[in-house]
Every structure is written in C-alpha cells, then in structure tokens.
C-alpha cells in the first residue's frame, strides 16, 4: 500500500508540474492579448473559449474514463486502446463536420456573423485536440508521467513560442518596414492568429505518438465499443452537470442583476478572487491525472478500499494546508489581482473550501466508476446543477457574487455528501471520518483565529508585521500537528 500511494505521490508532482507551468505560461499571455487586441478582439477570443469546456465534453462523451475502466478489465489492453481512439477519431472527425456545416446557423444564434472563420478555427481545435486525449490517456495508464508532462511542456512551448512570435515580433518588425512581416500583419487578425496557433500546437504533437499509432492495427471491436458507450454516456450527462456547477454562476449574475453595469462588475470581481482559488484547483487537476489510472489499476486488489481510504486521507491533508496557505497569507496573495477587486476577498475561502469538496467528490466518485454504476454519478451530479441554479436564483439578487460563493460551496458540499453515503451502499470504503473532521476542523479554527486578528489589523489594535508572525505560527503549528499525528505513516 506505502508503495502505491508513494506512486501516486510522485505521479501527482509530476503532472502538477506541467499543469502549473502551463498555467502560469499562459496566463502571461494575458496581459500581451489585452495589449494587443481591443476589448472586442479579445471579447471573442474568451466567448469561443468559454464554450470550448461544453463542447469538449460532447466530443469525448466520456470515452477516456471508459478507457481506464476497460483497460483495466479486459485482458486485451491495445484493443481497447485501439478500439476507444479509433471511436474519438471518428466522432470528432463527423462532429466537426456538422458543425462547419451548422456554423452559418450558429453564427446567427451567436451574433458572431461577420466572424465566421472564427467557427472554423475553432472546430479545429477542438478535433485536434479531442484525438489526442486517448494516447494521453494511454501513458498515464502505462505510467508513463514524465513522457505525458514532457510532452504537454512541448506543446505549451509551441503555442507561447509561436504567439511572442506572431503577436508581438511581426507587428514590431512591421513597424520597422520589414515588408515580410508587413504582409502576414496584414494577412490575418490578431484573433486569427491565436486560433491558428492554437491549432498548430495541438496538431503538431501528434508525431510523438507514432508508437501508440501502431496500436491501431488492432482494429476496432464492435462488441467491446458497445460495452464501453454504454459505461461512457452517463459520464457525458455528468460532465455538462459539472460544467454548469462550475460556470453557471458567472452566468446568472449576468441576467440576474437588473443593473448591467453593476452586473458585469460583480462578474469581474468574482471572475478575479476565483482565481485566488487555482493552487487548490491546479493540485487537483494534477491528482487527477494521477488518480484515475491510479485507482482503476487496483480495483482487483484485496486492499483496495483501504488503498483509497488512505489517498483520501492524503489528499485532504493537502488540500487542507493549500488552504489554511492562502487564507492566512491573503495580504500577499492578494496582490495577484488588481486593487478595484479585492472588495472580493471575503469569498476566497468559500471559494477554496468548495474546491476542497470537489475535490473529495473526485475521490469518491470511484466507486461508481468501479461498479459501472455511471449513471448514479450523473443523476447526483445533475443534482448538484439543479442546487446551483436555484441558489444562485435565489441569493444573487440578494448577495451578488457572495451568493454565487456560497451556492458553489453548498453544491460541491452536497454532491460529496450524496457521493459517500450513496457508494459507502455499493462499494463500501473505510474512509477515517474523525481523523477528516479533526483535519477541516482545526485548519477552520486557524482561519477564523486569523480572521478575527484581520478585523483587529484593520482597527489599527494590532500591527500588520504581528499580524504576519502569528499567521506564520499557526501555518507551522498546523503542519507540525500533521507530522505528529501522521508520524508513524511519514515513511509513505
């Protein structure tokens, strides 16, 4: 057991590490698009891509968690592979189809008519990068994390390389009479180049799975697709649930709040101190990289609910010092986003704390996945959507954004909640209650401690530089709490 979870461990930094890297890379690129390209510009740019999290669920329709399943059920492992990428290739291939053929009437609907290579584009991107999820998934089942970071660091390299290259360096060698350079200015938009080069980072990664091309002269098993759709689709249901309790909220402050001006400025505060959230989010992204192949690979074992158990407890120990990290060192965090938006502090921990328990539900939801019970995920994620959108109905009128807050905690709260006591029925796991409530206990009495001294800071009854020596104390004092009580197991 000490090994596995050692595994997972090094397996989670590893893909953690091209995660962050990729993160932070291309948030640079933030402040280079807003410079370059005018508030419309750039306003398209973010519509296309805030439909690229839905429609990314409909062209892998739950395919990638199918293939971890399968793969590890059936003995033939390169059939399934085979099988489940030739199905992706396919699909996103006809897919991409109807869209270009629906892009006139989506243009319309979208009031984008006079953009309508922008569709194009961005149907491209979307079939580049659906087929390359499979081989992704590929090496994380075969362990293979530093050849899956190695080559999402590429393709991240490309994209960053290639838009210094085309946003920055053709405009100024432009402006200097280079004619060249003047011809591919004029040649495109600024917005065009950011999809073309998109495009060409996600394509051009496909010559580094000519290994896994070779697999698909396993052909395609029509009866063993069949077995797979079926475990697959309710995973799609789940995942445009999921999307709706993640963006919906930005939605409905939107149309909500009668006052547009005042709406959109609560979107912008909350859309900023969301971002305070992204350590959390960024682990979990990484743990699950790790964790999917992770725990399908030892569903057969004698052991395996106590494996889990033990990744859970791990995992809210993380989860718990990312967030007492943030909390108690706010006053430094909260320079990552402009003073006009940290009226927004306040959330932050509501923020984080729903992260945490999505988190815990991406643990738990192992147990459906195991038994192919796939629909029970989808029906409590559908009930998560509902929660979040008849909360954020009621509170944002009330509360704005500190609404929308606390609607995502109470969603993520209870699709968690349901998750355990729904699996603990069907695939029974010794998770250490106590020892969890103990964990989120002591690190909220930490927060509320700090909270209370902030309020004494700002009346002038205390200095900042105190302020700071005591934050640090409690962050010591918590992380020496947790060696102490995890000491005989810190051998892991």
């Known amino acids: 057991m000490k090994s596995g979870i050692k595994q997972l461990a090094n397996h989670t930094a590893i893909y953690g590490l091209s995660t962050i890297i990729g993160r932070l890379l291309n948030y640079l690129l933030v402040p280079i698009y807003t410079r ?34 399968f793969a590890n059920k059936e003995e033939n492992k390169t059939k399934v592979m085979s099988t489940s990428w030739i199905s992706i290739i396919l699909s996103s291939v006809a897919l991409g189809l109807l869209l270009i053929f629906l892009t006139p009437t989506l243009a319309v609907f979208s009031y984008n008519t006079d953009h309508l290579s922008y569709f194009y584009y961005f149907i491209a991107i979307l079939v580049a990068d659906a087929i390359t999820q499979i081989p992704f998934a590929w090496l994380r089942l075969n ?18 390389s290639l838009n210094l290259f085309f946003i920055l360096c053709i405009p100024y060698l432009s402006s200097k009479g280079y004619s060249w350079a003047s011809d591919i200015k004029n040649w495109a938009s600024g917005v065009t180049f950011i999809f073309l080069i998109n495009i060409a980072s996600s394509a051009l990664i496909l010559p580094f799975f000519i290994q896994e091309f070779k697999i698909l002269k396993q052909g395609f098993d029509a009866a063993l697709w069949q077995k797979m759709i079926r475990y697959a689709l309710p995973l799609m249901v789940l995942g445009f649930a999921g999307m709706v309790n993640e963006t919906m909220d930005r939605f409905l402050l939107k149309y909500m709040i009668p006052d547009k001006h005042f ?38 074992d004698k052991n395996a609910p106590e494996l889990y158990a033990r990744v859970m407890h791990y995992f809210i120990m993380v989860c718990c010092v990312i967030f007492l990290m943030v ?7 909260k320079h990552f986003i402009g003073e006009p938006y940290r009226v927004g502090l306040p959330v932050v921990p509501l923020l984080l704390l729903a992260n945490v328990f999505l988190g815990i539900f991406y643990n738990l939801s192992i147990w459906y996945k195991i038994t192919e019970k796939t629909m029970y995920g989808a029906i409590i994620t559908v009930i998560g959507a509902i929660i979040t959108i008849i909360l954020n109905i009621i509170l944002i009128p009330k509360f704005g954004y ?7 905690l109470i969603c993520y709260f209870t699709i968690a909640s349901i998750s355990y006591v729904v699996g603990q029925k069907y695939f029974p796991v010794p998770y250490s209650l106590r020892k969890i409530a103990l964990y989120f206990g002591l690190a909220l009495v930490f927060f509320f401690i700090y909270d209370f001294l902030h309020d004494m800071c700002d009346l002038h009854q205390i200095s900042d530089y105190t302020l700071q020596i005591l934050a640090t104390a409690m962050f010591v004092a918590y992380i020496a709490w947790l060696y102490i009580a995890e000491r005989k197991n810190i051998s892991v």
């Open 402 to 408: 500190v609404g929308s807050a606390w609607a995502t």
């Open 327 to 333: 909390t108690l060192y706010i006053d430094f965090f």
């Open 143 to 160: 362990n293979r994390p530093l050849r899956f970071a190695s080559i999402k660091l590429v393709s991240i390299g490309l994209n960053i």
């Open 36 to 69: 370059i390209l005018d508030p419309v510009e750039y306003g398209a740019v973010s519509e296309f891509y805030a439909y690229a999290s839905f429609l990314a669920v409909v062209f892998m329709y739950g395919m990638e968690t199918a293939f971890f399943r």
């Open 263 to 300: 709406a959109l400025t609560q979107i912008g505060i909350y859309g900023a101190v969301y971002k305070l959230s992204i350590i959390i989010t960024l682990f979990i992204q990484a743990f699950r990289f790790a964790a999917e192949p992770f725990f399908f690979s030892r569903a057969k």
